[in-house]
């Protein structure tokens, strides 16, 4: 049976903490960005998504399709917004797929939309 000591210990709590503070920082970034976006500071939202996207946080991948879907603080973009959809489902985020069917399935604009509502009746 092998012990750890207390250097060895200390060695692999370091390894945890240092591994955690990337995700730490992205998480504040996305945090950062909610705020300002419901502040309706598009601007700052946007710059807080992107950098914290860019750290690899499905979250704000999918609150930068939001942006570019509405196009609140960018021009609106619906393949952009699927884009960013897109990464945050890679990365196992579920509710992006929500997002992405409505983006991709867009009717075309002034088209007709057919709608069917269900009921508990035949």
Not at 12 to 23: D, I, K, R
Not at 64 to 76: A, C, D, F, K, T
């Amino acid at each position: 049976m092998h012990t750890l000591n207390t250097s060895s210990l200390r060695r692999c709590l370091s390894v945890l903490v240092l591994a955690g503070a990337p995700l730490g920082t992205a998480w504040a970034g996305y945090d950062d960005g909610v705020v300002a976006y419901q502040r309706g500071r598009h601007d700052v939202a946007l710059k807080e998504f992107a950098d914290a996207a860019a750290r690899g946080d499905a979250r704000a991948q999918r609150s930068l399709g939001l942006m570019h879907e509405r196009g609140e603080g960018v021009p609106r973009d619906p393949a952009q917004a699927a884009e960013c959809y897109r990464k945050a489902i890679a990365q196992g985020l579920a509710s992006a797929q929500y997002n992405l069917a409505f983006v991709t399935q867009a009717p075309q604009s002034g088209a007709p939309v057919a709608v069917h509502l269900a009921t508990s009746r035949p």
